[in-house]
Structures are given as structure tokens and as C-alpha cells.
């Protein structure tokens, strides 16, 4: 276990370690524990690669799981907006939740533009080493606007929408990532296949 | 999946279902995903109970999760207090959690004073039917009193904790708790046991 990455408001509380080991988790699984981490812009395709990756487990006996940044927000972060601040905490709860699924033991893949460098680096400190895989989805600009899955880029480039990741807010790219993919290259299932070598060299897999 | 609690503050976001099925999830875990929500005053032995029950499941195979008020007030929750808007807004995030974990097919234990009904009955409500268990651990005021084993009810009385459940602050017990644990006559271990028998009854298990 990490410690905790800040000082709680309060001090009538204490730090207390479960009783199943990481080692028994492992046993039960038959996997280690593991935060893939998407970043990239909108339409860039991480969701698309996470869900194939988690489908691919699924088939191999492996339960991972998607956290997306459009199912989060309709429940536990339903109170944040898309301000800066929001933004963050936005990221922080979600690394947060990552961590705690890290000591379930499980792998979680997660989709989140999750555009500052900053955020990231928070929610990868609150992993012990050798369980975050930052994975940067890089496709151009104009390739993500083309294809334009949800209308988003229309939208923000009529101003409809305010400070969008690209457009009218910055995205800075890893620069540490433990794996890029280039969907615009690639086809998905080639990303999904480049994600699960990751997983196997880095002994979580098997 | 059940449909979104609330409103989202932002409207540029789609609901999307994850591509592993509920079904194929049981198949993998060999158990269906469940929320047992422990509630009761400090020291009535929730997260005894709870680590207890964990304990138990890991010996027979089952991954299951323990969050702890204690935990995730150091990282989730850290930015949150005791008063009566951040216990509300504690416990809800705590519930999304569980749903999260619910989604995952996962099967989780909470140990959170979790003193107010509404607050509870919000997580409740963000359950699909039969897969959140309310737990009462009722035991008396004076016996979690004379347990005192963080020593917080020396503290709450001595007036150096505002706002203590049971003490200077309402408990509110459930009035329709899936199971009602008397951990005052009851050992931890039939207090697990009787856990246990009610996953078991409810189709959780096996």
C-alpha cells in the first residue's frame, strides 16, 4: 500500500490495511492488478480501444472493466462541469476510484481525454509502481474532427461549447507514456493487440 | 443498468453500455455482483463484521472488496468533512463506487456509520433490485461506548468531536434492512455467517 496522497480535513480517522492479501487476490484471479490509463482527444478513439481490450479479457476468463468518462459523469461525478477545476477533480475521483480498484485487485481501463499532464501525474502517483499504464491515443486533430462520432467539434467550433479539449483548451500529450497508439494507422483491433503484449510484459497478464 | 440518478450539470455526454455482459461477468467471477451496506454507530463492528465476511469469501474463491470509511476518506474523500452536507455527499460518492464495483459484477462491503436514511435509501436507489443488502449492526449505545476502541467516544464527549453520530448527532436505523446483525449477543464469526446465508439465499453465491 502507497500512502495516502494528502492530508485528510479531518484526524479522527485511521489508516487501516485489509486482510486479503494482493498475493490472494492474484490467486483468485489469476491476474495482478492494473490501471490502463486512455488519454487523448475527443474521437481520438480510447473508448473504442478500451472496450475492445476489455472484451478481449472477458473472452480469456479475465474480468477488466471501462471507466468512461461519459458513464462517470452521469453518476458519481454528475455534480462537476467541464471548468478547469472540474476538470481536475473530474480526473482525481476517477483516479481515486482506480486505486481502489487496484486494491480489489481487478484491471481497469479507463477513457478520459483527461487533457493536463498534471491530473495524470496525480492519479499515476496514487499507484504503486508497475500498475499504471499511461496510453496515449494519438491521431491528428483533423482525423479526430473528421470523424466526429458525437458532433462535438461542430459544436465547438461554433462555439457552442466552451473550452474543449483541442479547440479552445489545450491537450498536452504524455510524455512518458508507457504506450502510444496511432489510430489513425492502426486499425482497433492492432491497438487492443498492442495493449495486451503491454499487459503481458509487465507480468499482469498470466 | 439502471438509468442515470440525476441530471448531469453538462449535456455533451451519451450513455454507453459497456460490451461485457452482466451474464458473461458472473460466468468469469462464479458470483453475482452485490452491495452489502453495513451501517450502525461507531464501534457497533461494521468493519469487523465486514473484513470478517471479505475474509471468509477470499477462502472460498471470491474476490470480494471491502471500502472502508476510514480508507476512503484519505483518498476519494479526502477533500470532504463531517458536516452534514459532506457526510451526505461522503456516503454518495461511496454509493457510485458501489455501483461502479456493481457494474464490474463485483461483489463489495461497506463499513460506514452512514447515520442518515435518506443518504442510505440514495444508494439504495442506484441499485438494480436485489443486489444491495442494508445491514443493521445494531448493538447499544453503551456497548459501542465501552468499546470505544478508537477512543472517539472519550473524544465526542469531552466535546472534541462535534457532530458524533449517536452522541451529539442523530443515528437514524434502518426500518427495512435486508438483515439485522446484534453484534452485542453475537459472536463476529455468526455475525459472518449470517452474512453469508443471506448472500447465499439471495443467489449471490454459487
Redesign the interface.
Known amino acids: 500500500m502507497t500512502p495516502?496522497?494528502?492530508?485528510?480535513?479531518?484526524t479522527?480517522?485511521?489508516?487501516?490495511e485489509?486482510?486479503?492479501t494482493p498475493d490472494?487476490?492474484r490467486e483468485?484471479?489469476g491476474h495482478g492488478p492494473a490501471t490502463i490509463w486512455f488519454t487523448g482527444l475527443s474521437g481520438s478513439g480510447k473508448?473504442t480501444v478500451a472496450?475492445q481490450v476489455?472484451?478481449i479479457l472477458?473472452g480469456r476468463?479475465?474480468?477488466?472493466?471501462?471507466?468512461?468518462?461519459?458513464?462517470?459523469?452521469?453518476?458519481?461525478n454528475?455534480?462537476?462541469?467541464?471548468a478547469p477545476a472540474d476538470r481536475a477533480e473530474n480526473i482525481r475521483?476517477v483516479g481515486?476510484?482506480c486505486?481502489?480498484?487496484h486494491?480489489?485487485?481487478?484491471i481497469v481501463l479507463t477513457a478520459f481525454i483527461s487533457p493536463y499532464r498534471t491530473d495524470r501525474d496525480v492519479v499515476r502517483a496514487?499507484h504503486p509502481a508497475g500498475t499504471f499504464f499511461e496510453v496515449f491515443v494519438e491521431a491528428p486533430l483533423d482525423v479526430c474532427e473528421a470523424r466526429d462520432v458525437?458532433g462535438?467539434y461542430a459544436?465547438a467550433r461554433a462555439g457552442e461549447?466552451p473550452d474543449f479539449s483541442g479547440v479552445s483548451a489545450p491537450y498536452e500529450p504524455p510524455v512518458g507514456a508507457e504506450l502510444t497508439l496511432d489510430t489513425d494507422a492502426q486499425t482497433v483491433e492492432e491497438s487492443a493487440a498492442a495493449v495486451l503484449t503491454l499487459l503481458e510484459e509487465q507480468g499482469i497478464l498470466g
Open positions: 495516502p496522497a494528502r492530508v485528510p480535513k479531518s479522527n480517522i485511521t489508516w487501516s485489509g486482510h486479503v490472494r487476490r483468485i484471479l473508448s472496450t476489455e472484451s472477458a476468463g479475465v474480468n477488466a472493466f471501462v471507466l468512461d468518462g461519459d458513464n462517470v459523469r452521469h453518476g458519481l454528475s455534480d462537476l462541469g467541464f475521483r481515486e476510484v486505486r481502489l480498484f486494491d480489489a485487485g481487478m496514487r458525437k462535438l459544436k461549447i
